[in-house]
């Protein structure tokens, strides 16, 4: 992928703390990515999940998604603008917590099923690697990690889709343009989880394929 300087560093992470965000996203980011969370919903179902973590719920709509499939549906986000949206756009029955996804502030094996949807990409390698341990420490032995990441296509300059992926995040600037630039050059989701030593048992491709959505198994309590 070609390199565009980033521009001044008012990213994703930082707006998403700003009063307006929530609004933002419920109007832009929530009805693009409407596919995946229901698709990341029936994922969960598929695996038997009945108590699931969200981290990184922002505005709640996986967590809606989860609780209108009849699971119960965890939601944390380090942004209290988008706690106090999602408890206002939610029904009583979801639970949110103000927390961080590097440290958890879960026991070990508390949830069925951890889900992360485009909460990687923004980040470092290290904070990757450690958000991956976090999440499937929270999950039971014999539980499941639902993911759903960027793709890189085969031929980028060539994809309409990722045309799109890459004008979103180059608008999104700062820190978490510099995390999705450095996430695509080593490979995306694919490469993250040969990193990882995660092994998918079911991978969907969505958003015309620029986005990959896996079910990882969790064979043994994580600590």
Known sequence: MDRIPAPEDNGLGEVAHRPTAALAYAAVIDPILAAVH???????IQAGA???LDIGSATGVQCRNLDAAGVHATGLDLSEVMIRWARRHSRASIRYVLGSALDLPFAEGSFDAAV???ALHEHTESERQTMLHEACRVVRAAGTLVLAEYVVPRHPTRDPAWWIVRTIERIAGGSHYAGFVDFVELGGMIGLLQRSDLTATEEQRLCGGAIG????????RVT
């Open 38 to 44: 229901r698709r990341i919903a029936q994922m969960c």
């Open 213 to 220: 959505a896996v079910r990882i198994p969790i064979h043994h």
């Open 50 to 52: 009945e108590v699931v």
């Open 116 to 118: 992360l949807v485009l």
